[in-house]
């Protein structure tokens, strides 16, 4: 048997001295998890499938690639596991959120066995993009299963189903006296960590703060955590309220920080994403570095840099992706002889 349990629960163990969750698995991760349940050793059974069902990231993930390619496979009968039945496969990928799940459950429309479990995920499935004309064609084609589905989504299902909104909410208040800006939130010097939301959540307010009633556990270190625990524990939701909230920079992980241990889905089972990498920026921005010089630059996330051209300093260049554009508006871009 591979050293995966033992890894893993050594990991958790480590992380839950910390006060955080373990790291969603890796697509290695999930390989060795799917041999163990092809072949699970005795009374492991439970654990292999909480962590199949909700430590594996949704979506394009690598490891929700190999999640769904073997669920897939289950669900099709190509593979046959005594712990997963082609229903709960099928089951099991209507819960990916979209990616490479949502081809095999539109494939299992036509599977009278399992058409109605593979409708019931579409329903719930909102990022299908061109998949969605796949759909559409299969209800042309008289599948009534393809039909429920469209009809759902005309429905709004997705979003009537749920819980309405609670006419009275009761919260607890986490006062922040004075002004909070985003590098209290979200500190620059743990940039490291923000891939990893809930290691990065430990450095909160990690500074001691005059008036306030709470202090950090390690000063400069590690924020009240302990403290918002206990406020958690009166059994309502955390509100965080300060005289001045979100001066500074619009980060992100600024949000995330706060509504990572204080929102409802902080209690939640499933892993809502693997820790946003940003390995791909960086290294492309160091290749444009590496490269060229430009008098005038707005950096931004693309894979091609300003051309060696000459060009007249009233010229823009639009970048062209469309999520990120910029201009590179310079007399002119010549090779750097090192990043910079």
Not at 204 to 225: C, H, Q, S, V, Y
Request: charged residues 25%.
């Amino acid at each position: 048997m591979s050293n995966f349990l033992s890894d893993y629960r050594a990991h958790a163990a480590e992380r839950a001295a910390l006060g955080i969750p373990p790291l969603p698995l890796d697509a290695k991760q999930v390989d060795a998890l799917i041999d163990l349940i092809k072949n699970p050793p005795a009374g492991e059974d439970a654990f292999l499938l909480d962590l199949l069902t909700h430590r594996v990231p949704p979506g394009v993930d690598d490891a929700a690639k190999v999640k769904a390619s073997f669920l897939a496979a289950v669900a099709h009968g190509e593979v046959k596991v005594g712990l997963i039945s082609k229903a709960k496969a099928t089951e099991l990928l209507g819960t990916m959120v979209g990616g490479y799940n949502v081809h095999p459950l539109i494939e299992l429309l036509d599977d009278a066995e399992v058409a109605g479990v593979a409708a019931e995920g579409l329903k719930k499935t909102l990022l299908m993009f061109d998949y969605f004309n796949d759909v559409a064609q299969k209800a042309k084609a008289g599948n009534a299963k393809a039909k429920e589905v469209l009809q759902s989504w005309a429905d709004a299902e997705w979003f009537t189903s749920r819980p309405e909104v609670e006419k009275k909410i009761t919260v607890t208040v986490f006062k922040v006296p004075g002004e909070t800006n985003t590098d209290d939130l979200s500190p620059a010097p743990d940039a490291w960590s923000r891939p990893d939301i809930p290691l990065h959540y430990l450095a909160m307010l990690k500074n001691t703060r005059a008036d306030a009633a709470f202090k950090p556990e390690e000063d400069g270190k590690r924020g009240p955590i302990q403290f918002i625990e206990d406020l958690k524990k009166k059994g309502h939701l955390v509100a965080y309220v300060g005289d001045v909230v979100g001066t500074g920079s619009s980060r992100k992980s600024a949000r995330t920080s706060p509504s990572c241990r204080t929102s409802a889905s902080a209690a939640s089972p499933w892993v809502a994403r693997s820790p946003r990498s940003s390995s791909t920026r960086k290294k492309t921005r160091a290749r444009c570095r590496s490269r060229w010089t430009c008098p005038s630059w707005r950096w931004v996330t693309s894979s091609t840099c300003c051309p060696t051209t000459a060009r007249s300093s009233r010229t823009a260049r639009p970048w062209p992706s469309s999520s990120s554009r910029a201009t590179c508006c310079s007399t002119k871009c010549a090779p750097a002889a090192a990043s910079t």
